[in-house]
């Protein structure tokens, strides 16, 4: 049995684990950080999943985006399930979540970016009924020194 919920300060530890799974390693702290901004912020919504031990095991970050060019949009900003738990549907749980939360408000779709290796990702989302729209680079610029081509 798997709980869909609200992501907590508590689960930080958790969360920064699954981000290094993902290829961005984290800290707790940085997490609590980035978890605060995320809270404070309507337009986003974290959600995790935790598995019958309560252990967190994947995580989904969504947003709604508003374009002058477009109707409203969510954009799923990142999903990562647990090595040890995939192939047991939590991906798609975490993702008709965040799919009903866009829905209740307002959004005319959900939009989702996947780095081109990810291929196995690339047929989840497929399997979920999304298309890939276009091919795009994504340009970055540090502001800070560090490198921003992540």
Not at 126 to 143: I, N
């Amino acid at each position: 049995m798997t709980a869909i919920r609200n992501a907590r300060n508590y689960d930080a530890p958790a969360l920064a684990g699954l981000c290094t799974e993902l290829g961005y390693p984290a800290t707790r702290q940085q997490v609590v950080a980035r978890l605060a901004a995320i809270e404070a912020d309507t337009a986003n919504r974290l959600f995790v999943a935790e598995d019958a031990e309560g252990r967190v095991v994947g995580w989904i970050h969504i947003a709604m985006q508003a374009h002058l060019f477009d109707d409203d949009l969510a954009e799923v900003l990142g999903l990562v399930v647990a090595a040890s738990a995939r192939n047991a549907g939590l991906g798609t749980q975490l993702l008709h979540a965040a799919e009903r939360w866009a829905q209740e408000r307002g959004a005319a779709s959900v939009r989702v970016r996947s780095r081109i290796e990810r291929e196995r990702a690339h047929r989840f989302y497929e399997r979920a009924g999304y298309a890939c729209g276009k091919t795009q680079r994504v340009f970055a610029k540090s502001l800070d020194g560090r490198d921003g081509a992540r």
